[in-house]
Nanobody, 117 residues
């Protein structure tokens, strides 16, 4: 299983950015997928996740109402749509896939998001 996250960059406060996570696996619909982030000096935190079916989602309180996590099982992708971004959203963002049958967690390399004017 390989994951690739891309779409990071520099964005102004109040702006929007869309991250994408591409998952190379045959049975993508067996995987829940989540986005995590880590900023310097802080622990990695969960931002959002979506169930394998796409029916259930979770958002951290800090991003609720601003971020969404669209999933496309036909394309093996899970995005993170970030709206009304704040400087405190600055972090390296990682996507992770969790196989709901084996319990194995897979991680991709992160992508840097910087919110600054």
């Amino acid at each position: 299983v390989q994951l690739q996250a891309f779409g990071g960059g520099l964005v102004q406060p109040g702006g929007s950015l869309r991250l994408a996570c591409a998952v190379s696996v045959g049975d993508f619909d067996s995987y829940a997928v989540g986005w995590f982030r880590q900023s310097p000096g802080k622990e990695r935190e969960g931002v959002s996740c979506i169930s394998s079916s796409g029916i259930s989602t979770y958002y951290a309180d800090s991003v609720k109402g601003r971020f969404t996590i669209p999933r496309d099982n036909a394309k093996n992708t899970v995005d993170l749509q970030m709206n009304s971004v704040k400087p405190e959203d600055t972090a390296v963002y990682y996507c992770s896939a969790f196989n709901t049958y084996t319990g194995i967690h897979y991680w991709g390399k992160g992508t840097q998001v910087t919110v600054s004017s």
